[in-house]
């Protein structure tokens, strides 16, 4: 895998934007193109777990029919990929050594799992969340259920039961957040600046696997306004990058 690093356009979008409405719009019905769905996906970095070559590490794991199938774990945050490959070391240093952590783009690994979804000895890519915000998402499902994935939340209320969203760009977004305590930031700003409608607000979390095929398959009007926001430990990383990239072009005309 190559790293990707065309993400510092996302690293604003978090406390510049502005609140809007609950989204009611009527917006064209059309299923989001591969492409689009691609640019939805791109603006979030994601950490793999590679060796020298930059071939993702995979682990043989029996699948329903007891057969095995290679998996390669895509870590949601940097530190719990990092905190991999130093359990590695300690455990199997031959091999931890041998490995590192490299960031990429959510859209690169769609793209590569949908490369392979045809073929037989194919790798398949399972996410690897955040504890923190799995306990968080688990605490928002019914009672009894078991929360399963990356958890996304996102906000909802109003006359309509419809989605809280931002302003980005002049558009009206509906931002899909990877930590709940970013939402919930939003969520306070809203009740504050809307307290008539404060007790219809809602976060509500669904899996961020979930979302992905929804945009792959539904032809549902408010697709196109969905943006998934990185997580505050990721918005810190695509700063930094943004940083050393700009600090690189300078260098050379010095």
Do not use: H
Request: net charge negative; glycine share 8%; no cysteine.
């Amino acid at each position: 895998m190559k790293s990707f690093i065309r993400w510092s356009a996302t690293v604003g979008l978090v406390g510049t934007t502005l609140l809007g409405s609950f989204f009611t719009s009527n917006l064209r019905a059309l299923a989001l193109t591969e492409q689009e769905v691609m640019q939805k996906l791109q603006p979030v970095p994601v950490f793999t777990v590679t060796d020298e070559q930059g071939a993702p590490l995979v682990a043989s794991v029996p699948n329903q029919n007891n057969q095995n199938e290679s998996v390669a774990g895509v870590f949601i945050s940097q530190r719990d990929a990092q905190a991999f490959v130093q359990r590695l070391k300690r455990e199997n240093p031959d091999l931890g050594n041998k490995v590192q952590v490299v960031p990429v783009s959510l859209a690169e690994v769609y793209q590569l799992d949908q490369q392979n979804a045809n073929q037989t000895n194919g790798v398949d890519f399972a996410f690897i969340p955040v504890q923190q915000q799995v306990q968080s998402a688990q605490a928002l499902v019914q009672q009894g259920q078991q929360f399963r994935g990356v958890p996304l939340f996102v906000a909802k209320g109003g006359d309509g039961g419809g989605y809280l969203t931002i302003e980005q760009n002049g558009t009206q977004v509906i931002p899909f957040f990877f930590d709940k305590e970013q939402l919930q930031g939003m969520v306070d700003r809203f009740k504050q600046q809307q307290p008539n409608q404060a007790s219809t607000v809602e976060i509500q979390v669904v899996p961020l696997e979930g979302v992905i095929q929804t945009l792959q398959n539904e032809n549902n009007p408010q697709l196109n306004q969905i943006v998934l926001v990185p997580s505050q430990e990721s918005l810190q990383f695509l700063r930094s990058l943004s940083s050393s990239q700009q600090g690189g072009s300078q260098r050379p005309q010095r």
